[in-house]
Antibody, heavy 118, light 110 residues
Framework: QVQLAESGGGLVKPGGSLRLSCAAS????????MSWIRQAPGKGLEWVSY????????YYGDSVKGRFIISRDNAKNSLYLQMNSLRAEDTAVYYC???????????WGAGSLVTVSS | QSALTQPASVSGSPGQSITISCTGS?????????VSWYQQHPGKAPKLMIY???NRPSGLSNRFSGSKSGNTASLTISGLQAEDEADYYC??????????FGGGTKLTVL
């Protein structure tokens, strides 16, 4: 069965960096686009970034462009999000999600909380 | 890219039907049939309910249905049940090749 598990969240000071990881299993990882989606406390979902199966196609949302970097290691079935120049407004639960065949997110991890505070 | 517009809340009694709207623009919903809907219970990850406007994932109840007209998509839940109480989010692909979510709708089952 498809499983996604995020790790790497925690407390970081404004201006700092953090790297999130997402371990995938139960499917051929390289066949699928993958996304990061976040949810600030008490707020709605915000799409952050997605990456193609071989890491060539990459897009970012305007709020993170130039600060966050998405990447993947297909040999390790892992997705990453390098977050730099973090701001208080980046505080959120970060979900990794598989983009199914099309423009949908069919499987989601449980999420990893990132808190940006001094 | 602006978020899609959803009502903040809707409510209904058990057994009734409700509809949640999701309004976008010609840059997203109006151009693509790539609208999906997600259900999220408190403290849980979102769950895919509808994709490509009106398709249900395998095994999902047929009480959930989706449609689209112009720049507005809709999710209808019929035969409302207590467990349907949750937050619902719409999402669409856009002409900029990025994705956008709606602000979310809280469904209360009275």
């Amino acid at each position: 069965q498809v499983q996604l598990a995020e790790s790497g969240g925690g407390l970081v000071k404004p201006g700092g960096s953090l790297r999130l990881s997402c371990a995938a299993s139960g499917f051929i990882f390289s066949d699928y686009y993958m996304s990061w989606i976040r949810q600030a406390p008490g707020k709605g979902l915000e799409w952050v970034s997605y990456i193609g199966g071989h890491g060539i196609t990459i897009y970012y949302g305007d709020s993170v462009k130039g600060r966050f970097i998405i990447s993947r290691d297909n040999a390790k079935n892992s997705l990453y999000l390098q977050m730099n120049s973090l701001r208080a407004e980046d505080t959120a639960v970060y979900y990794c999600a598989r983009r199914g065949m099309g423009q949908l997110h069919d499987y989601w991890g449980a999420g990893s909380l990132v808190t940006v505070s001094s | 890219q602006s978020a899609l517009t959803q009502p903040a809340s809707v409510s209904g009694s058990p057994g009734q039907s409700i509809t949640i709207s999701c309004t976008g623009s010609s840059s997203d919903i109006g151009t693509y049939d790539y609208v999906s809907w997600y259900q999220q219970h408190p403290g849980k990850a979102p769950k895919l309910m509808i994709y490509d406007v009106s398709n249900r994932p395998s095994g999902l109840s047929n009480r959930f249905s989706g449609s689209k007209s112009g720049n507005t998509a809709s999710l209808t839940i019929s035969g409302l049940q207590a467990e349907d109480e949750a937050d619902y989010y719409c999402s669409s692909f856009t002409i900029s090749s990025i994705m956008v979510f709606g602000g979310g709708t809280k469904l209360t089952v009275l």
